[in-house]
């Protein structure tokens, strides 16, 4: 089944926002400082760019599916490392998002949560999503965006008031602009948020692109992140780096005491399940690329194989200190930048240098037959 193009854009809305809203604000100003939010912004810019590049391919790809359009341009080998590295990239995302969820719900909602009582039911949900397939979470994305951005709306307006633009943000460029660059680099698994597209290939309703544009959605994307880490470093400014959950501490502020209130409380549950979409996203794009991959034929082992690393994945965040270091060192970096942003411009070239190929050995049908003709 495949999902219409306006539940694509609204999965990449999700995609785009849903992971800048937990730790990374904090984690990001211990090195670019308050110029944090001009990183975010230029690796969303670059992302958005991508997103772009990898619909494009996605357009001239047709029916087939990712696999079939990289071996046709690239070969069996080159497809087979690209796979590889994909699925390094998406299960760097699947354990940061299933870890942050983890971590967020036991520090904020309920601090006696056993780590089972939580990963079992989530692993029997994104189990399912997977199984339902891409059309399934599109549709929960679609459910749940709109009143996403609403609460997330609602508590910035609640915050605003407590936000100091100029103590929060000059001077800036104290140190050069390496900081930002620095930043990006340590903290860029955070980003190539339109990887997952990779594996819509052949997935995607085309049809009705009159209606809604990925641009817009990308543009509120974008606006959304930048208001958030704005109002967030306003509010916090040098002790940013102490307030590990972005949108949850916002909430708490804006609520007037040092529990999430109401509203808020809810905002940050509709939250936490635009997480789970996010989680059950990646994990289809992971399940993918493992069956094209190692050739199987069906889903359901790939399936298994995603859900036993997510389970074995949150019992190791118990004996691991420091866990998150895990996303932010050079080697996570590396394959993200070469899964996200390297990956899509080689297939892109694969394609080009293919489709010349192919118009040549028309052109050389074509004489042929002119020549037969005439004679």
């Not at 080998?77 to 590295?85: E, P």
């Not at 819509?200 to 992140?225: C, E």
């Not at 780096?241 to 949108?247: I, M, N």
């Not at 399936?303 to 996303?327: A, D, P």
Request: charged content about 15%.
């Amino acid at each position: 089944m495949k999902i219409s193009y306006r539940q694509m854009s609204v999965l990449i809305l999700l995609a785009f926002i849903t992971l800048k809203f937990s730790a990374l604000p904090s984690l990001m100003y211990t090195v670019s400082g308050n110029m944090s939010w001009l990183t975010a912004l230029m690796l969303m810019i670059i992302d958005s760019i991508y997103v772009f590049i990898i619909v494009g391919l996605m357009k001239k790809s047709g029916e087939k599916n990712v696999y079939e359009f990289m071996t046709a341009c690239l070969g069996r080998f080159l497809t087979r490392v690209i796979l590889f590295i994909l699925i390094l990239k998406y299960a760097l995302v699947v354990a940061n998002v299933s870890k942050g969820m983890e971590i967020f719900v036991i520090e904020n909602l309920y601090s006696e949560f056993h780590w089972l009582i939580f990963s079992i039911p989530l692993v029997i949900l994104v189990a399912f999503m997977v199984y339902k397939g891409i059309r399934n979470i599109g549709r929960v994305g679609e459910l749940v965006y709109i009143p996403v951005i609403l609460g997330c709306v609602y508590i910035m307006i609640k915050a605003f008031s407590g936000v100091h633009l100029q103590s929060a943000f000059l001077p800036m460029f104290e140190y050069g602009a390496r900081p930002i660059f620095d930043s990006a680099f340590k903290y860029v698994s955070w980003f190539g948020s339109g990887t997952f597209l990779l594996m819509l290939f052949g997935k995607v309703d085309f049809s009705d692109k009159k209606k809604f544009t990925i641009f817009n959605h990308l543009f509120f994307a974008i606006l959304l992140v930048q208001l958030m880490y704005l109002i967030f470093y306003g509010l916090f400014q040098i002790t940013s780096p102490t307030h590990a959950f972005c949108l949850s501490d916002i909430s708490q502020f804006s609520g007037g005491d040092s529990s999430i209130s109401e509203l808020s409380w809810l905002v940050v549950s509709l939250w936490i399940v635009a997480q789970t979409v996010q989680l059950a996203l990646y994990s289809f794009a992971l399940t993918k690329a493992i069956k094209y991959m190692f050739n199987i034929k069906n889903d359901i082992v790939p399936i298994l194989l995603v859900l036993v690393f997510i389970f074995t994945w949150s019992y190791l965040g118990k004996i691991t200190v420091r866990l998150e270091e895990i996303f932010y060192n050079p080697i996570s970096s590396i394959i993200t930048i070469s899964g996200a942003y390297i990956v899509p411009i080689i297939i892109c070239l694969g394609y080009l240098v293919h489709n010349r190929k192919v118009k040549k050995q028309k052109l050389r049908v074509n004489g042929d037959e002119k020549v037969k003709n005439n004679i």
